[in-house]
Structures are given as structure tokens and as C-alpha cells.
T-cell receptor, first 113, second 117 residues
Framework: DQQVKQNSPSLSVQEGRISILNCDYT??????FLWYKKYPAEGPTFLIS?????DKNEDGRFTVFLNKSAKHLSLHIVPSQPGDSAVYFC????????????FGTGTRLQVTL | DTAVSQTPKYLVTQMGNDKSIKCEQN?????MYWYKQDSKKFLKIMFS???????INETVPNRFSPKSPDKAHLNLHINSLELGDSAVYFC????????????????FGEGSRLTVL
């Protein structure tokens, strides 16, 4: 049962343009959502998060949007840079339980020159 | 200075062998985890320890046994290795019991790629 889904395995964007990575979830008990970034041969690193009480969180070039009614979140990167090329994992957690992060399968972003 | 370090990074072994992967964190975190990333790229939690106490134990074959000698270390021992155990195993740590708000996000190690022949 895949509770967090990233339906686009890959995305290619030109440098300077906006990258939009999408994530859907099925468990309505999730109340905190995170994005992790992973380079080859490295572990995932935390990028940005959002609580379910918000619908937007911004950190520099990165903005995460949450649509609870649609159980959908997205990560926007503006402007995209070649160093953003990586795999991006969406993750969700129910903070009220002895909870664990549930990850999506990742989207590989390629930012081209 | 690596925050979460795992050894070995690569491990190739035969079916039926027993192997261990070690993990150490120098962040002073209370909670450590083992995640498995399989060939389909799913990152799934296997175990979690908080101050040496097992708090999450997913449906994992009992051939997998975590050991936490202290809160800075969480080792993973695997008995009787099978082909399906081939994966990348990630150790992680966080301050608090979950990778959510008020507890801090997860910090991952670089991963240990296990190949079972």
C-alpha cells in the first residue's frame, strides 16, 4: 500500500525556469510533509517541510504548496539551477503517533543548461 | 566531519552468509533508524531506536537484527542472506522520536549498498 506517491519518475527543466515536483498521499492522518533531496552515492538531505495547518512554506528558491482537500503537495524551485539536479523525495508523517516517515519513490530532476 | 557515518559503503557477499552494517552519529540525537531502499527505489523504514530502546519494528524478517550499544550507534546484522536482501541500506538519526516538527528532521548516512550473489 503506497501511501505517498510521486507519479513522475523524472523531470527535465531548463536552467532559470521553474521546476514543479508533485506528490500525492492517501493517508488523511498525515499532518507534516517534507521534501528530501538526494545526490548519487549520498544519503537524502532535508530540504523543506510544511505542516498541515499551512498551505504554503517558502525558503529561498524553494516553495512547498499543500492542498489538503486534494491530498496533494508540490515543490516549486525558482529559478532552477544545474546544482538542483538530483532525486527529490516527498515524505509524510503523522506526528501524533510513534510515527515514521513514509517516503515516495522519488522524482529525478535534471536541470539543463 | 561526517554527522551520520555507515560502514561498509559497499558489501558483496554470497547467499547464506551473515553480515553486519555499522552506523554511528555524532549529532547527539536520541533516535536512530534503518531504512531500506530496494530496486524500485522505495525508501522503507525497518527499525527505529530511541535511547537504545526499540520503538519501531516494521514487518521485517527476523534474520534482520538491529543492535544499539549506545544512543550514538545502531548496527544492523543480517543472517542467512538472500538474493532479495540486495538493496541500499540507509542509517538515519533525528532529535526526538520522529522525523517531524519539534523533533527535527532525519539526517541520513551515505548508504550501504549490499549485493547478494
Amino acid at each position: 500500500d503506497q501511501q505517498v506517491k510521486q507519479n513522475s519518475p523524472s523531470l527535465s527543466v531548463q536552467e532559470g525556469r521553474i521546476s514543479i515536483l508533485n506528490c500525492d498521499y492517501t493517508n488523511s492522518m498525515f499532518d507534516y510533509f517534507l521534501w528530501y533531496k538526494k545526490y548519487p552515492a549520498e544519503g537524502p538531505t532535508f530540504l523543506i517541510s510544511i505542516s498541515s495547518i499551512k498551505d504554503k512554506n517558502e525558503d529561498g528558491r524553494f516553495t512547498v504548496f499543500l492542498n489538503k482537500s486534494a491530498k496533494h503537495l508540490s515543490l516549486h524551485i525558482v529559478p532552477s539551477q544545474p546544482g538542483d539536479s538530483a532525486v527529490y523525495f516527498c515524505a509524510a508523517v503523522n506526528t501524533g503517533t510513534a510515527s515514521k516517515l513514509t517516503f515516495g519513490t522519488g522524482t529525478r530532476l535534471q536541470v539543463t543548461l | 566531519d561526517t554527522a551520520v557515518s555507515q560502514t561498509p559503503k559497499y558489501l558483496v557477499t554470497q547467499m547464506g552468509n551473515d553480515k553486519s552494517i555499522k552506523c554511528e552519529q555524532n549529532l547527539g540525537h536520541d533516535t536512530m533508524y534503518w531504512y531500506k531502499q530496494d530496486s524500485k527505489k522505495f525508501l522503507k523504514i525497518m527499525f527505529s531506536y530511541n535511547n537504545k530502546e526499540l520503538i519501531i519494528n516494521e514487518t521485517v524478517p527476523n534474520r534482520f537484527s538491529p543492535k544499539s550499544p549506545d544512543k550514538a550507534h545502531l548496527n544492523l546484522h543480517i543472517n542467512s542472506l538472500e538474493l532479495g536482501d540486495s538493496a541500499v541500506y540507509f542509517c538515519a538519526s533525528s532529535q526526538g522520536r520522529s522525523g517531524g516538527p519539534n523533533t527535527g528532521e532525519l539526517f541520513f548516512g551515505e548508504g550501504s549498498r549490499l549485493t547478494v550473489l
